[in-house]
């Protein structure tokens, strides 16, 4: 075992946990640990006791499912033959990011914990939980848990005589470097090819870590159209993108596509003119390891599975690599402090980074929503080092869509397959008054017939399978919550349909006892934003659905779709209590899903004439058996 060596591993779907990880792996960097930074996916269980102290970053997903990215190791750590003693080294700590919305609130970081403690394992302290619902997200939590995990590690892995923690105002070397690909310097090693070369089926030809399970896969797209839902008077531009792919590709409802973005072009040239890198902009240059770096990740450059190490441009990186409209975090306060001659912004940004003003920094970036680029024009005495660009700026990382389509609608022309998106534009004004756009969404926006990208595809987490053909459902998904509804929805009669002409086949009667399909669709206006209206008409013609629709600013009273199911109790009460049906809701994190929650107990109190105790464990039941499904974003 290496002397005072640790491991931080990370679950992660959309990069909270990835971001944590990081920063716990500097935590120890500056008590002088040699730390290995990495997915869970991208080791082996026996790696772990290659360490004295292992960190454990993870998200939760789905129906309390671990990330993408954390299963295949999930897997391994649950064999049974592993003895109760396996992992009595190292040490561990675990930090879950969950969302309060759901259900399973950090169901995953509560796994892992109780699985490696029935391996042996000893707690450093106590496992922290992140929650996405707070007004100050992950960080009211995970900060001072961060600094607890410090403490502790100072007690228990004391540093040697004469051996001191790294100053925070000393700024640590990153593990990549760009340079300019016509000077000398030492190459990532060629031989290595499984790490840093590409197989044909990553993006732009680089390397991809076990990280990717085989819940993914690469997906190269056609736009085939990109139309406006709703009309130009609305306040909200909502989009049905429309994609082809050549390959036949199978998805199922619930299924996401990752897109991911690139930055606008008035944003790189924007910060190519602050930070003076005119020169350099267009020239070849190239990632290289960093061997003062004491933190290691396990392979390739952050995010830079998009993007080829060698043969780029610095103006290809801002656009693909990097976030300029990203709210930016402490560390990123505390990384340009050293890239300012002027004291006056130094201190401000170093009190930027410092915990104790974590309300300032909340007041200056996530209140105002503002972003990586407006902060460096704002502290316009900060020049960057160009080569440092993959380290300081954070990354651009891809956005998650839920596909809207299923059924015969996922079939194309000459065997292609079909993916339909539907997404709502994000541009709206701040507590300033000033303009925020999505950094997706925009890219997505500008997008025309014929356009290619590459997208990833994913599995879901609603776990939908023909089998569950007779049993019936109740859906509920405002907005563009409706998105996977619709799936839902198409795929079902397309299952309906087959299993038909199966018992035609077979028996000479076509005749299937399907489960009812219920649901409930929430908008502002009957004629801006009733997404898909015109479908639901013409499918209640072939198989049995019923649609109840809420709209919130069509009458005086604002009424929502929580409002609608008590409304409806009787047809409510017979689907998931009489009938044993499943209920899906989809949509927005929000109050939301617990408003619906709250309307299900309720109906149960009424027609059940359940008290609201039992009301409450009838719907944890419905969860334990699989049976109430939630995905939202």
Not at 75 to 91: A, D, E, F, I, W
Not at 243 to 250: D, H, K, P
Not at 495 to 518: F, K, Y
């Amino acid at each position: 075992m290496e002397s005072r060596s640790a491991l931080v591993l990370y679950g992660s779907e959309t990069g909270n946990a990835q971001e944590g990880a990081a920063e716990l792996g500097r935590i120890l960097a500056r008590l002088r640990f040699n730390v290995r930074t990495c997915a869970f996916n991208d080791i082996d269980v026996e790696t772990m006791t290659n360490y004295e102290l292992c960190l454990c970053s993870i998200a939760t997903t789905g129906q309390g499912e671990l990330p993408a990215n954390s299963r295949l190791f999930w897997k391994k750590l649950l064999r049974k033959k592993l003895p109760t003693n396996y992992l009595v080294r190292p040490v561990f700590a675990i930090f879950g990011f969950g969302d309060s919305s759901y259900p399973k609130y950090n169901w995953a970081a509560l796994k892992l914990r109780r699985r490696l403690v029935q391996l042996g394992g000893q707690e450093l302290l106590s496992m922290g939980q992140g929650d996405q619902q707070h007004a100050e997200g992950h960080d009211s939590a995970f900060i001072p848990w961060a600094n607890e995990v410090r403490m502790h590690v100072m007690q228990h892995f004391p540093l040697g005589k004469g051996l001191e923690p790294i100053p925070g105002d000393v700024l640590l070397e990153p593990q990549w470097l760009l340079s300019l690909s016509e000077e000398k310097h030492e190459k990532v090693d060629s031989r290595q090819k499984d790490k840093v070369r590409a197989s044909d089926d990553t993006p732009n030809g680089t390397a991809v870590s076990k990280a990717l399970s085989g819940d993914s896969q690469y997906v190269e797209l056609c736009l085939e159209s990109n139309e406006r839902l709703t009309p130009k008077t609305h306040w909200q531009d909502v989009r049905k993108l429309t994609f082809l792919t050549s390959a036949r590709v199978e998805y199922l409802p619930g299924d996401v596509l990752t897109i991911f973005p690139r930055n606008a072009t008035e944003d790189v040239d924007h910060i190519i003119q602050l930070m003076n890198w005119h020169d350099v902009a267009d020239r070849s240059i190239e990632f290289r390891s960093n061997p003062k770096c004491s933190v290691t990740t396990n392979s390739l450059p952050p995010n830079s599975i998009y993007l080829p190490i060698e043969s780029i441009t610095l103006r290809r990186v801002l656009t693909e690599l990097v976030d300029l409209n990203a709210i930016p975090g402490r560390h990123f306060f505390g990384q340009l402090a050293h890239f300012t001659q002027y004291e006056a912004q130094r201190d401000r940004l170093s009190e930027f980074s410092n915990p104790e003003y974590l309300d300032e920094l909340y007041d200056y970036t996530t209140r105002p929503r503002r972003s990586v680029l407006e902060v460096l024009q704002e502290f316009n005495t900060v020049k960057l080092p160009w080569q440092w660009v993959a380290e300081i700026l954070p990354a651009l990382r891809g956005r998650q869509f839920s596909i809207a389509s299923g059924g015969k609608l996922k079939a194309g022309e000459n065997d292609s397959t079909r993916f339909e998106l539907l997404v709502a534009i994000v541009k709206y004004r701040t507590v300033i008054r000033k303009l925020r756009r999505g950094v997706c969404t925009r890219y997505l926006e500008g997008l025309q017939a014929g356009d290619s990208l590459r997208a990833l595809l994913q599995k879901g987490g609603l776990n939908i399978t023909r089998n569950d053909l007779r049993r019936p459902i109740l859906m509920v998904g405002p907005g563009t919550g409706v998105a996977p509804i619709r799936s839902l929805i198409w795929q079902r009669l397309a299952w309906n349909n087959e299993i038909m002409e199966q018992q035609g086949r077979i028996t000479g009667s076509s005749e299937l006892s399907q489960g009812d399909n219920v649901l409930f669709f929430g908008c502002r206006n009957r004629h801006a934003d009733y997404f898909f209206k015109h479908e639901w008409t013409e499918l209640q013609k072939h198989f049995s659905l019923r649609v109840f629709a809420a709209f919130s600013r069509d009458q005086g009273k604002t009424q929502y779709v929580q409002d609608l199911i008590r409304q409806h109790s009787r047809v409510v009460h017979n689907l998931i209590y009489e009938q044993h049906g499943t209920v899906f809701v989809c949509g927005s994190s929000g109050k939301m899903p617990q408003a619906v929650r709250e309307a299900l107990v309720a109906v149960l109190e009424k027609e059940a004439l359940l008290d609201q105790e039992a009301a409450e464990i009838y719907i944890k039941l419905m969860e334990k058996e699989d049976r109430y499904k939630q995905e939202t974003w």
